[in-house]
Each structure stands twice: as structure tokens, then as C-alpha cells.
């Protein structure tokens, strides 16, 4: 069941004092140096994590490639035992799913799950957008501070332990069908790669319901990714 830091950041964020901007650039900037500082993430431009999945719905394992060139290209490949696989690709707000064209909602939760990869970099680039939500202690005594950035129509929460600066958790929101939609993702096991702190084990929601977890093996920050794995 996933923790309510959403609802809780953003009743706690109308409750903000005027000093409230300082503290949230104070805040981003813990947030950078915990993840190896404002340089590297300004420098990195892409990544690619090779990974084993656990997807709860097939009941399986598979094994992960992702991709992610920022800001808006992205895939992701997971083959599963059986020969049984997921495959997207986005380039540019298009998607596609095995190759076929897929639908506008279909590409921003592509977008979504694409920006969560650097969410540093992220960060950085819109942080004079940013809003603070706020900070709560959870039931293990840790402050959490939530930041919510919004790009491209798209809601993304970033919540951090507020004293190492470390993300714990990642909510991407988007309206669909006259709904909103939430994925989550929890992260653990931060190593340092070139210089970044990196979260490699992944624990992921939609909607309220657990759908799998991630084990990172190996992450690479290439300079640039070759554009055909964006696109059929």
C-alpha cells in the first residue's frame, strides 16, 4: 500500500511561510549534492540501466534495458521467460508499443516513467518552477521533503529524506479520461556510478497497486544515445 506523502505534501504546502523559497533552494540543493552535485547532473545527458524485473502481474522475472536521453526520448525492453516481452519507445511526445503507434495517454506515462530516470537533472533544470510541500515525519521517525515540478502538463513529486538529500520516492501524476493517474516509485540501495548516487533496487506502483520491483545491475552516462532506439 503505498504511504499518502502526496495528499499530505500538498495540504502541508498552504501551510508554507513566506520564507518557503529560500528554504526550497536550500533544499534542491541538498537534494544535488547527495546525488553527486549540481555539476555532474547539469553535464549528464543520458543513461542507460540494465536491470532484472520482477512484473507482478505475469509473475515473473525478466531482464530490462532502458534508455533515456533527456528530455523526451526514451525506451524500455523486458524479456520474460517464454519469449513473452514489453517493448516502448518515445521520441518527441510519439510512442509506440512493439512498433505500433500508441495513444496520447500512452505516451505521457512513457514521459512520466522516462523523466524519473535522471530526476536530478530534472530537478535541476525546473527548479525555479518548483513548489515546496512541505515536510512530515513518517512512522520510522524520517522527514521526508516533498518537491512537486511540473513539465509539460505533467506533475512530478520528488520526496527525499530531508537530511541526506537522498530521493526515497518518485510520484508521477497525469490526467487521463477526466482522471488522475499515479505512478510511484520507491527507491533503495543508493551507489555511487561516475559520481552519481544511484538508486538500485526500485519498488513500483500504479494507481494504489503494486506492480513489480527493479534490481539495477549495471548503469552506464553515455554523452549521447544513437536515435534508433527511440524509434521503430
Known sequence: MIRPLAILFITLFAL??????ENLQNAIDNILKAHGGAEIWHNTTAVTYLADTFSQSRHALGTTT???????????????????SEQRQLSSGQVWDHGKPGSAPFAKATQLQAMRMLAPKLLLENRLNAKDLGTR?????????????????????????????FILATWGIMEAMGQEMQFVTFYHDYRVVDGRAV?????HYAMGTYTGHTEIKEVKFPDTLPEALFKP
Open 199 to 203: 538508486a538500485f533496487k526500485e519498488e
Open 66 to 84: 532502458r534508455h533515456y536521453q533527456y528530455p523526451d526520448k526514451f525506451s524500455i525492453r523486458i524479456d520474460y521467460p517464454g519469449g513473452d
Open 16 to 21: 508554507l511561510p513566506a520564507h518557503a523559497e
Open 137 to 165: 515525519k513518517d512512522d520510522e521517525g524520517v522527514t521526508h521533503h516533498g518537491v512537486e515540478l511540473t513539465v509539460d502538463g505533467l506533475r512530478i513529486i520528488i520526496d527525499t529524506d530531508a537530511e541526506s538529500g
